[in-house]
């Protein structure tokens, strides 16, 4: 009768009345035996293929969630699996399910890419159907460039053309079959920084001869320093030696004033003339700054409008602060409130107002990159900061955890966790594994937690075998229980009632609490995840005033001292002027 059945369901499924054949199959499902684990996969199968040409997808896709299950239970190889993870990923596609299909997608690519040979039918459509869908969704680039690449290769070795070993796409080799857990990750843009090329760019003295001329005819040749003999000179050329001697006078005079002429052309006494000038412009200078900086409107400057209508928070999560035009949002652990902060433009009144000490109880923040920071060096992260980044995938991890433990009653073990968890590292920009790692304990209660070992993990000590972690790096310890002690029984169950998680940071330390220095610990226990809690940030902020600056906090002291400065330039300008007025009077 089941065979009979079964051949009106195949004719009809043939003759393209699928709805007709989805109404027998369904009727041989429900006259199977429940030992017919076999036969009841091969009916699914056929069940969900005619309820996705019937256009019946949500049924075919919890056809196809009921077949992966049974044959999960019944221990199907992976290989067969395949086709199942492919159709379920179509299903979820026309369902409108796209992260649900991008998992299923990302399951089969990778077992087909890992067990099939590589000019496999199943192999080639599983690739061909995933780059469709991606471009249909508009999807990951780099992905579907690797699954063009592995097609090409595919369709040359079919010819015969292809070379004997291929390498699995970057793209799939991070993708692990956690399904429930699996996070889609967020494509990010690299930043680059540009450099800037620097470029440089590259008298003689006229010499003029004096005849000597000699003052006494007396004098030998040598002495006179001419070929002459001025011995029988007559008596009546005197006045023309007095007219010699004053021309040579009045050369040495000439000679003398230019020498004073090129010492007044000297650049150390153009330095000491243009001095004035100099100190003038810099006094002036400054007072301009201060004026020019004075707010004409009540529009925000550049950098604060940059910060307008984003949030920042603690690593913590303790405390987050959202930018508005109007305001700033303080959100915490028993605070919520609305503040409108002084913000610093470097005017003159901003100054005096400073110099007054009316900015003294202030707290001062500052824009970073990606955050904010305040005086003590609390930071406050963005969305798109690698911090932040980090510990929402480490609390996304957590979560999975959680959730593990609600349907097993335990955490999972580390070989569990490595295989469930993944995530996008925001440092190396690729989709990496959950570092896992275990530790054993021999308690004859499962349920009894390890004080000791709770103290050290809280305490921010390392997990065992944790070496030299890297940047972004999310790592999870599960704490599996031996009561038996060393030696493990047969089939004894595996407890594991305990998980910590740590994370760190972009240089390769712990992400530590924001204000207390306690290193950022997830206990997971009993199915709640306890976090350290930092109460001082909300403590900090709650009655206190805020001011934004774009640099530095503003010194009132260093403010002071320019003006001080002025006046003491001011002054010794004076004093120079008078100077130069007496000496001249003088000459």
């Not at 930071?379 to 979560?399: G, L, Q």
């Not at 709650?542 to 320019?562: D, E, F, M, R, T």
Request: aromatic letters at 8%.
């Amino acid at each position: 009768m089941l065979s009979e059945t079964e051949t009106d369901a195949e004719l009809e499924y043939r003759a393209g009345n699928f709805g007709e054949a989805c109404e027998l199959y369904g009727k041989m499902l429900l006259q199977l035996d429940s030992s017919a684990k076999l036969e009841r996969i091969e009916l699914l199968k056929k069940l969900g293929a005619s309820q996705q040409r019937a256009a019946l997808y949500q049924e075919s896709l919890n056809t196809y969630e009921t077949l992966l299950e049974l044959q999960d239970q019944n221990g199907i190889r992976d290989a067969e699996k395949i086709v199942t993870y492919l159709k379920l990923a179509k299903a979820h596609d026309q369902c409108s399910q796209q992260p649900q299909a991008e998992i299923e997608f990302r399951i089969a690519h990778k077992l087909a890419t890992s067990l099939l040979p590589l000019q496999h039918v199943i192999r080639k459509s599983v690739i061909a159907s995933y780059a469709t869908w991606l471009i249909k969704t508009d999807g990951d680039k780099s992905v579907l460039r690797n699954l063009k690449q592995e097609m090409k290769e595919a369709l040359g070795a079919e010819n015969g053309e292809a070379d004997k070993e291929v390498t699995l796409a970057p793209s799939t080799q991070g993708v692990l079959v956690g399904r429930s857990e699996y996070t889609k990750p967020t494509a990010e843009h690299d930043l680059e920084k540009n450099g800037l090329d620097c470029e440089f760019r590259r008298s003689a003295e006229n010499t003029g001869s004096h005849a000597s001329i000699p003052l006494s005819a007396n004098k030998t040749s040598n002495d006179n320093n001419t070929g002459r003999d001025w011995s029988d000179l007559p008596i009546h050329t005197q006045p023309s030696m007095r007219g010699t001697a004053r021309s040579y006078f009045k050369t040495q005079s000439s000679t003398e004033l230019d020498k004073a002429i090129k010492e007044e052309n000297s650049w150390t006494r153009r330095l000491i003339r243009f001095a004035p000038i100099a100190i003038c412009a810099f006094v002036f200078a400054l007072f301009v700054t201060s004026l020019v900086n004075e707010p004409s409107s009540k529009e925000l400057p550049p950098f604060v409008q940059a910060l307008v209508g984003k949030t920042f928070a603690t690593t913590d999560g303790s405390m987050s602060i959202t930018v508005g035009k109007d305001g700033l949002m303080l959100t915490g652990t028993g605070l919520k409130k609305k503040v409108r902060p002084v913000v610093w433009k470097g005017s003159f009144s901003d100054e005096l107002r400073l110099i007054k000490g009316e900015y003294a109880n202030y707290l001062w923040l500052t824009p970073i990159e990606h955050g904010l920071q305040d005086t003590t060096g609390l930071k406050f992260w963005d969305e798109n900061s690698e911090e932040t980044k980090t510990t929402r995938a480490m609390n996304i991890v957590a979560a999975g955890a959680q959730s593990f433990y609600q349907n097993n009653h335990r955490y999972p073990i580390a070989s569990e966790a490595k295989n469930l968890f993944s995530y996008h590292n925001p440092c190396t920009n690729k989709i990496e594994a959950v570092r896992t790692y275990s530790f054993n304990t021999y308690s004859l209660d499962s349920k009894i937690k390890d004080k000791k070992l709770d103290v050290r993990m809280m305490r921010g000590e390392s997990f065992e075998q944790e070496m030299s972690p890297e940047p972004g790096t999310v790592a999870m310890l599960s704490v599996i229980n031996k009561p038996h002690g060393r030696v493990e029984l047969p089939n004894q169950p595996i407890e594991c009632q305990y998980a910590y998680l740590h994370a760190y940071d972009r240089n390769g330390q712990m992400i530590l609490c924001p204000t207390t220095e306690v290193p950022l610990v997830l206990s997971l226990e009993k199915g709640v995840t306890q976090r350290p809690e930092d109460k001082t940030v909300t403590g900090r902020f709650s009655n206190a005033s805020l001011a934004i600056a774009q640099g530095s906090p503003p010194s009132s002291a260093l403010v002071l001292l320019k003006y001080i400065g002025c006046a003491l330039l001011v002054l010794a300008l004076a004093g120079y002027l008078v100077w130069i007025r007496v000496s001249s009077l003088k000459n």
